[in-house]
């Protein structure tokens, strides 16, 4: 009995902890959006094609992580072109529900545009009417540095960072993490990259960290087609969530309730 009511204790102190965690992952947080100029002709078959598209993202994101499509429903001559990308880390049923809140930003940010990208904390959503898939793009689109190392830390703190990138530069697949003493670093490529396109884009990435952010404690750089970030110890987290992953397993439930019903039973007897 001693024992069981122990393990409760530590359980909700674990929940607690679980709780906060989650909640600092803002994985719906807006980071950037570009959208087209030109914009689309309501009734138009590319139009239906886009709206086609969204429908087709959203249910993707139910099951993977990553998907592409070019949508023809309503015309082959005038193709949807898109794909969504999620943290590779985030659970599938936040990842559907990051895709959901970034067709619907993209929906307010640019309405009707001819094509948009919004990249939130946990996903990115593109689509556009030119065939953009697989097609490497390095161009710098948000940055975001944090605060700069003191002089006596900053040798060591420079020396970290670059050893955490050699790590992603050396990694392979789409979704890399690299550490070193106190600094973590990861990257990730939107899945329409070959390989070797994603190194070249993760090198370009570190390289915009390097120019743009010098010896800071942490630092986010987005690029088209791929971003990098890393953080040391106790920085602010600036782009990816440095926590684990919201919690979304049905055992926790279970056992929540299981507890509670005990501790009812403890007082009422």
């Given at each position: 009995?001693?024992?069981?009511?122990?393990?409760?204790?530590?359980?909700?102190?674990?929940?607690?902890?679980?709780?906060?965690?989650?909640?600092?992952?803002?994985?719906?947080?807006?980071?950037?959006?570009?959208?087209?100029?030109?914009?689309?002709?309501?009734?138009?078959?590319?139009?239906?094609?886009?709206?086609?598209?969204?429908?087709?993202?959203?249910?993707?994101?139910?099951?993977?992580?990553?998907?592409?499509?070019?949508?023809?429903?309503?015309?082959?001559?005038?193709?949807?072109?898109?794909?969504?990308?999620?943290?590779?880390?985030?659970?599938?049923?936040?990842?559907?529900?990051?895709?959901?809140?970034?067709?619907?930003?993209?929906?307010?940010?640019?309405?009707?545009?001819?094509?948009?990208?919004?990249?939130?904390?946990?996903?990115?959503?593109?689509?556009?009417?030119?065939?953009?898939?697989?097609?490497?793009?390095?161009?710098?689109?948000?940055?975001?540095?944090?605060?700069?190392?003191?002089?006596?830390?900053?040798?060591?703190?420079?020396?970290?960072?670059?050893?955490?990138?050699?790590?992603?530069?050396?990694?392979?697949?789409?979704?890399?993490?690299?550490?070193?003493?106190?600094?973590?670093?990861?990257?990730?490529?939107?899945?329409?990259?070959?390989?070797?396109?994603?190194?070249?884009?993760?090198?370009?990435?570190?390289?915009?960290?390097?120019?743009?952010?010098?010896?800071?404690?942490?630092?986010?750089?987005?690029?088209?087609?791929?971003?990098?970030?890393?953080?040391?110890?106790?920085?602010?987290?600036?782009?990816?969530?440095?926590?684990?992953?919201p919690y979304d397993d049905r055992r926790w439930s279970d056992l929540f309730l299981l507890c509670f019903?005990?501790?009812?039973?403890?007082?009422?007897?």
């Open positions: 009995m001693h024992q069981f009511c122990c393990f409760c204790f530590f359980f909700f102190l674990y929940l607690f902890s679980s709780t906060t965690i989650a909640s600092f992952d803002d994985y719906t947080a807006f980071v950037y959006v570009g959208c087209s100029q030109s914009k689309r002709i309501v009734e138009s078959p590319y139009n239906t094609n886009v709206e086609s598209l969204f429908a087709s993202l959203a249910n993707a994101a139910a099951i993977s992580s990553y998907e592409s499509f070019t949508c023809t429903a309503a015309s082959a001559a005038n193709p949807a072109y898109g794909l969504f990308q999620c943290r590779t880390d985030l659970a599938v049923a936040y990842c559907a529900s990051c895709v959901r809140s970034a067709i619907d930003q993209l929906s307010s940010l640019c309405p009707g545009a001819t094509g948009a990208a919004v990249q939130l904390k946990g996903c990115l959503i593109r689509y556009a009417d030119d065939a953009f898939l697989g097609k490497l793009e390095t161009n710098l689109l948000f940055k975001k540095c944090g605060a700069p190392a003191s002089d006596a830390s900053s040798a060591s703190l420079l020396g970290m960072r670059d050893a955490a990138f050699d790590d992603l530069s050396s990694g392979g697949g789409s979704y890399r993490v690299g550490a070193a003493g106190r600094v973590r670093a990861l990257a990730l490529c939107v899945g329409d990259l070959t390989g070797k396109q994603c190194g070249d884009c993760v090198a370009a990435a570190l390289a915009e960290l390097k120019d743009a952010c010098g010896v800071t404690d942490g630092g986010d750089a987005y690029l088209g087609k791929c971003y990098a970030s890393y953080w040391s110890d106790g920085a602010y987290a600036l782009g990816q969530s440095r926590s684990k992953r019903a005990h501790l009812v039973t403890l007082i009422f007897a």
